[in-house]
């Protein structure tokens, strides 16, 4: 079965089976961190914002997000959270996650 083209415009959500499952324990970690700090924010929303980032034209390294200390791990999911343009899936403003995955270039 051939893939839909999807809008220009459209955000995307379609990633691997593992990478999704990686996204879904990064919005539940923030979760918990928010509500510790009694903020609070839902796991979806939070779930469609690093999967919208990943997806369209931003990859992360998600392992090591989902593995990073306090510090590191809020300054992406928030600095996506304010960042993200939600009707396009691309981050604005310049901002860079510091777990953006990086290509190696070729020397």
């Known amino acids: ?3 839909r083209a999807r809008k220009q415009d459209q955000v995307s959500f379609d990633c691997p089976k593992e990478e999704r499952h990686l996204c879904k324990q990064i919005a539940r970690r923030a979760s918990d961190m928010l509500a510790e700090q009694n903020t609070t924010r839902d796991v979806l929303s939070i779930d469609m ?3 919208a980032t990943h ?5 992360l390294r998600l392992a090591d997000l989902l593995a990073a200390d306090d510090f590191n791990f809020m300054h ?3 600095g996506i959270y304010r960042h993200l343009d939600r009707e396009t899936g691309s981050l604005m403003d310049h901002f860079s996650p510091r ?3 990086r290509d190696v270039e070729a020397a």
Do not use: E, H, L
């Open 55 to 59: 997806c369209n034209g931003n990859p």
């Open 49 to 51: 914002d690093i999967t």
């Open 76 to 78: 992406d999911v928030a």
């Open 99 to 101: 777990f953006s995955r």
């Open 1 to 3: 079965m051939a893939k």
